[in-house]
């Protein structure tokens, strides 16, 4: 019972419209189709009319075929212009939508630029470089100090590991300073070769350098 004062909206209006549209385009192409069977029997019968040789008979019965042909024509017409009609209200609810729809984007663009602040957005967002920017040197520092601390501990005592297994290979010892390779009449303990050459300390330089030991 509600649904009788229900008030339609646009889109029900272009509903029951386009079905009466509808229904007139049927009614129009029957018409058509009564008008097209009357023509062929009236175009018979100015045949018979002819053969009898009725000459005025001919003549009214051509001149209602000429009418009838004409109205024929208008039906195409009118066809037509309901064809549009159907048309143009659909295109019409269709803009109708997207201008609610505009509306609607409207409405809710103007709410939310009520509920943003522009200051406070701006402050929040150098708020947040800004932190990024620390958290980053805090990092670096970090890491620089890390790196320092690694540095100190290993790298040196790794660095005199290598210089004294070069040394060792090519028969110096250290305690706590250089001297010189041992002669040739001193053998170095678990050496198989007696005899030994006196190396010069341009020869240790540059056996060095060519390990890669400064």
């Known amino acids: 019972m509600a649904s009788l004062f229900k008030k339609k909206t646009v889109d029900d209006i272009i509903k029951d419209?386009?079905?009466?549209?509808?229904?007139?385009?049927?009614?129009?192409?029957?018409?058509?189709?009564?008008?097209?069977?009357q023509e062929k029997?009236?175009?018979?019968?100015?045949?018979?009319?002819?053969?009898?040789?009725?000459?005025?008979a001919c003549k009214i019965l051509a001149k209602q075929l000429v009418q009838l042909r004409k109205q024929k024509n208008r039906t195409y017409a009118v066809s037509s212009k309901v064809t549009s009609m159907s048309t143009q209200a659909k295109v019409m609810n269709s803009q109708m939508k997207m201008a609610g729809a505009m509306s609607t984007t409207a409405k809710t663009m103007?709410?939310?630029?009520?509920?943003?602040?522009?200051?406070?957005?701006?402050k929040t967002m150098q708020d947040f470089q800004k932190e990024n920017m620390k958290m980053g040197m805090t990092e670096d520092m970090i890491n620089d100090t890390l790196d320092e601390i690694f540095d100190e501990s290993g790298d040196e005592e790794e660095s005199q590991d290598i210089v004294n297994?070069?040394?060792?290979?090519?028969?110096?010892?250290?305690?706590?300073?250089?001297?010189?390779?041992?002669?040739?009449?001193?053998?170095?303990?678990?050496?198989?070769?007696?005899k030994r050459?006196?190396?010069?300390?341009?020869?240790?330089?540059?056996?060095?350098?060519?390990l890669g030991v400064d």
């Not at 009466?20 to 097209?36: F, H, K, M, P, V």
């Not at 029997?41 to 005025?56: C, D, V, Y």
């Not at 060792?168 to 053998?187: C, F, L, N, Y």
Request: charged content about 35%.
């Open 17 to 37: 419209q386009s079905k009466e549209l509808r229904s007139t385009q049927r009614q129009i192409t029957r018409d058509r189709g009564a008008l097209e069977k």
């Open 41 to 56: 029997q009236m175009e018979l019968e100015i045949k018979k009319m002819a053969k009898s040789g009725n000459r005025e």
């Open 110 to 122: 103007q709410a939310v630029n009520k509920k943003m602040d522009p200051q406070k957005t701006l």
């Open 165 to 194: 297994q070069v040394l060792d290979e090519i028969g110096i010892e250290i305690s706590g300073k250089m001297v010189r390779a041992p002669t040739a009449g001193k053998s170095l303990p678990g050496t198989a070769s007696p």
């Open 197 to 210: 050459g006196t190396i010069s300390d341009d020869e240790i330089e540059r056996q060095l350098r060519a």
